[in-house]
């Protein structure tokens, strides 16, 4: 029978340590809100809610290092600047990143169709809620299509998303933002702008 120094156990952690640790790391995970504890990369990432984006793969990030919020086309809306304000100013969080991507469905759409299939669901456009909890919320003497807000060009919409969270008294100044397009076709991600297929594929004149 093997013999066993009782003091081997001091070149280890023993189990009980172990299981302190999990129980620290399940209880952190759980109630890292209330213990102030921000997400791990400090980061919010805003993305469209296409089902095709994977966003932790395609920033090779884990569950736990960002906020992720998703919408209809990725887009800064006002819920996305209050979501951003508090956890930029309260949650630590000192960067934002923007995910937006080809073959949108925010591009598949004329505009009219937009607003006829709208207007065919809720009525009078002018008088909808745009928010049930603020009922006296509407569209006002703006277009349908302004709080839609479709897209044309996706490099472009992109980098004016970017554009509205630096600009926005909500978000301190030193918050570094980026955004990025997903590319659908390729599964990787590029900066605004830099369709390299476009030049890669062009004879140089």
């Known amino acids: 029978m093997a013999s066993h120094d009782h003091n081997d156990h001091a070149d280890h952690d023993t189990h009980h340590e172990k299981l302190e640790d999990s129980v620290d790391d399940r209880d952190d995970w759980a109630r890292r809100r209330r213990k102030g504890i921000p997400t791990d990369e400090n980061l919010l990432v805003v993305a469209c809610m296409d089902e095709r984006i994977p966003v932790e ?82 569209i006002g003497d703006a277009d349908l299509l302004d709080w839609v807000k479709m897209t044309d060009d996706i490099d472009a919409a992109c980098a004016a998303q970017v554009e509205y969270l630096r600009e926005s008294a909500f978000i301190p100044e030193d918050t570094t933002v980026s955004g990025y397009v997903y590319e659908v076709e390729s599964g990787e991600l590029r900066r605004p702008d830099e369709r390299i297929a476009e030049e890669i594929s062009e004879r140089r004149t």
């Open 57 to 138: 793969e395609a920033l090779g990030i884990d569950l736990g290092d960002a906020q992720v919020f998703r919408n209809a086309g990725g887009k800064v809306t006002d819920d996305v600047i209050r979501s951003a304000a508090l956890t930029t100013n309260f949650f630590d969080t000192d960067e934002i990143v923007v995910i937006n991507h080809t073959d949108c469905g925010m591009m598949s759409a004329p505009d009219e169709a937009i607003r006829d299939g709208l207007e065919a669901q809720a009525g009078d456009l002018d008088a909808a809620d745009l928010d049930p909890s603020l009922p006296e919320l509407t």
